[in-house]
């Protein structure tokens, strides 16, 4: 981990002369807006998207987004997603990360309340997914008695990106090479059982499969 920090930091540090040699201006690519994101996806089915509150995305900083609680015919579990898209993550000027940076769930989850109880990074091979297979994160979180398994990525200029270290410097090459620095999160959360949840995990990796394909209309790669 020490050499993965290290690294990191040398490009941070290289970030200012890289760019002002490199780039010139940021690109804003052509997208699809969230707001076009489709409610009905096979069996799945979006009743009603969800607004963040106005003091939410000061702090959150997102452009764009979609949160959304589908539900499977037939089934009593829905499985909660959440695409945020930010535009640009980087302060004008060669400086660092701006206010419009993406949040690491390792700390917004904890400053919800939420502590994490189990961590790995699993090999998700799905249809339309830069890379696949792709490693990304798996995550179970708890509140009291509550459990939520949660599946979530970060990606940008068609790579998916599990690391939040990976993603500074991911962003900070793209920026010097590409003149872009958008990229989002994207999180699948569905309320589990205490111990194994093979229904709660099928449902998920169900939607996920609905789901990613779709996303580079709306994360462009």
């Known amino acids: 981990m020490t050499l993965k920090l290290a690294i990191a930091a040398l490009f941070l540090a290289l970030n200012a002369y890289t760019y002002h040699y490199f780039a010139t ?38 452009t764009d987004y979609l949160v959304c609680g589908y539900e499977k015919e037939g089934t009593n579990r829905g499985v909660g997603v959440y695409i945020g898209y930010h535009q640009t993550q980087v302060r004008k000027g060669g400086g660092g990360l701006s206010r419009s940076a993406i949040h690491t769930p390792n700390h917004c989850l904890p400053g919800s309340g939420w502590d994490v109880i189990d961590r790995a990074k699993v090999a998700l091979d799905l249809p339309g997914l830069p890379g696949a297979p ?6 179970v979180i708890a509140k009291g008695e509550q459990r939520s398994l949660v599946y979530y990525w970060y990606q940008s200029n068609g790579e998916v990106i599990a690391d939040d270290w990976q993603k500074i410097v991911r962003l900070f090459w793209d920026r010097a090479t590409r003149y872009r ?10 309320p589990v059982s205490r111990g194994e949840d093979p229904p709660a ?10 789901v990613v394909p779709l996303l ?3 994360v462009p790669n």
Request: with cysteine; glycine share 4%; hydrophobic share 40%.
């Open 134 to 139: 792709a490693e990304v994160n798996r995550i």
């Open 25 to 62: 201006e940021e690109v804003i690519p052509v997208r699809r807006s969230l707001d076009e994101f489709p409610l009905q996806l096979g069996e799945w089915h979006c009743a009603n998207r969800e607004k963040i509150a106005d003091d939410v995305m000061d702090v959150l900083g997102a």
């Open 201 to 210: 995990e099928n449902n998920v990796r169900d939607l996920m499969a609905r």
């Open 216 to 218: 580079p209309e709306y």
């Open 181 to 190: 620095t958008d990229g989002a999160l994207v999180r699948f959360t569905v």
